[in-house]
């Protein structure tokens, strides 16, 4: 079983950045795809963006396309989500998560979760 840890939230005035960090633990992530989602109050829990385990391949919500991006560090069993030129419509709880599935966009494709980490655009 994989724990997942995020670390980095808070709070950000528009246009500014933030890096999330996703540390796991109890067993290694190195063949699992890493994903990263997020659910604003009100709404359901949406696709942000996903690297496969070895990095070959990216994916990203249209929404933060071009804003944000993703990486992992296999090494060091930790995954990050870099986010730049933050808006309010991105305050969410930001989870990650791991997948088997190839190519994961969907929620239903991820399987253990983090506990979320808060993250507030606001002037």
């Known amino acids: 079983q994989v724990q997942l840890v995020e670390s980095g939230g808070g709070l950000v005035q528009p246009g500014g950045s933030l890096r999330l960090s996703c540390a796991a633990s109890?067993?290694?992530?190195?063949?699992?795809?890493m994903g990263w989602l997020r659910q604003a109050p009100g709404k359901e829990r949406e696709f942000v963006a996903s690297?496969?385990?070895?990095?070959?391949?990216?994916r990203y919500a249209d929404s933060v396309k071009g804003r944000f991006t993703i990486s992992r560090d296999n090494a060091a069993n930790t995954g990050y989500l870099q986010m730049n030129s933050l808006k309010p419509e991105d305050t969410a709880v930001y989870y990650c998560?791991?997948?088997?599935?190839?190519?994961?966009?969907?929620?239903?494709?991820?399987?253990?979760w983090g506990q979320g980490a808060q993250v507030t655009v606001s002037a």
């Open positions: 998560a791991v997948s088997r599935v190839r190519w994961a966009t969907t929620a239903s494709d991820f399987s253990s």
């Open positions: 109890g067993r290694s992530i190195s063949t699992y795809g």
């Open positions: 690297i496969d385990w070895d990095s070959s391949s990216r």
